[in-house]
């Protein structure tokens, strides 16, 4: 079966990547793009905006329902989660699925990302990478084994200088599944970065953040006991990897019912 896949934040870094796996995918086909009104005023078509011609016909616009409606699958990669929520919710009304890969959301609009999947047939990943969906599985684990053994758990991330949304949605994943496991809600043991004087408290869950040239991405979870140390660290060196999974996602939510909201896990059966 071939999967007609839309893509938002087309001429993007993700959004480009996506788009390059995808013209050589035979199990895809890409029929449309949504952008900005002022990146998709200035051309045609996204073969003339990628200049490329295998793209030549493709629909670009800022109008995701024109966009959507001879699609399948929305692969949803705004730069502002307002933007990707209002296109899932397009995507949905118009019987379309949906892959999140959006970053930044706030707990209020991930509450309506889960109603949403109530609706339709959604995803929602902060990170497509299958690496890092296994380290998410990894972390669970090893929290799960740990907590009661006097660990200490830390979390750092490293991105590129441009990235705008700090801690990084997969740094505040990992956080999750850390807190989920120890019985905690997550902002109750946070710790965003430290300054003062002051000792760490039994459950701290320190979240630290780096900035810096052209990172793809890192992330390291730190297990610290007594005397030992574990850590678990996935480290992106292509974004291709990001498009790939966001691709897998694309294919395997296309047969699927609403019900909630799905992830990474699913597809990867874990």
């Not at 009304?93 to 109530?118: I, S, Y």
């Not at 897998?248 to 296309?254: F, N, R, S, V």
Request: charged share 30%.
């Amino acid at each position: 079966m071939t999967v007609k896949v839309a893509v938002s934040g087309a001429l993007g870094r993700m959004g480009r990547r996506i788009l390059e796996l995808a013209a050589a995918d035979p199990q895809v086909e890409v029929c449309g793009a949504v952008e900005s009104e002022k990146n998709a005023a200035l051309y045609s078509d996204l073969g003339e905006a990628l200049g490329d011609e295998r793209f030549r016909g493709v629909r670009l616009s800022a109008d995701a329902e024109e966009v959507l409606k001879d699609c399948d699958v929305l692969i949803e990669f705004a730069n502002s989660p307002e933007a990707a929520l209002a296109h899932a919710e397009t995507a949905v009304r118009l019987g379309k699925k949906v892959v999140v890969g959006t970053t930044g959301f706030d707990r209020g609009q991930l509450k309506r990302l889960e109603k949403l999947a109530e609706e339709g047939a959604v995803l929602f990943s902060p990170n497509m990478s299958l690496g890092v969906n296994l380290l998410f599985k990894l972390v669970q684990l090893a929290t799960r084994v740990l907590k009661d053994r006097d660990f200490d758990v830390e979390i750092g991330e490293i991105h590129h200088r441009f990235k705008k949304d700090a801690p990084s949605g997969t740094a505040m994943r990992l956080a999750e599944i850390v807190a989920a496991e120890l019985g905690k809600e997550l902002e109750e043991i946070a710790v965003y970065g430290r300054k003062g004087h002051y000792e760490r408290r039994k459950d701290d869950l320190g979240i630290m953040t780096f900035r810096g040239g052209d990172v793809v991405g890192e992330h390291t979870v730190y297990f610290f006991g007594l005397g030992e140390r574990l850590e678990l660290t996935h480290r992106a060196t292509d974004r291709s990897i990001f498009a790939r999974g966001a691709l897998e996602a694309a294919k395997w939510i296309a047969d699927k019912k609403p019900g909630r909201l799905y992830n990474m896990f699913d597809v990867l059966g874990l």
